[in-house]
């Protein structure tokens, strides 16, 4: 009795602290800032543009920036949580809820929210 009472309070605290996470909603860019908006308008967090560089695209939970030669993925509390060398990663085309999508040279490639690349198939010739 003593343990599944314990099992429902770190379970009401792991879906508690699920539902509490922030999520990107949206993020505004202007003079020397980026600004996080979740889904109902509220400011998340606000980082500088010299620390993210150019903001290239985001997701939920994280989004990308492009800065001295490398693409950094951010949380939403701006750590940096992966990188690529721009020369390993190409032209970044999109950015979705879990995913980044390049174009190197004649490849397509599509890469997980940690820079871990999950596939690639040939580009269409332009």
Known sequence: MKKGRIILALLALLFAGIA??????????????HRLYDAKGKLI???AR????????WGS???VGKNSGFYRIFDVKGRVTASQ????VGDVLSVSAETITSRKGSW??????????IGSRPAPSR
């Open 20 to 33: 509490s996470a922030q999520q990107i909603s949206y993020i505004e860019s202007d003079g020397n800032w």
């Open 45 to 47: 967090k606000g980082f």
């Open 50 to 57: 010299s620390s993210v560089g150019e903001l290239v695209g």
């Open 61 to 63: 939970t994280f989004f």
């Open 85 to 88: 060398s721009i020369g390993n």
């Open 108 to 117: 397509i490639l599509f890469w997980d929210k940690n820079f871990k690349k």
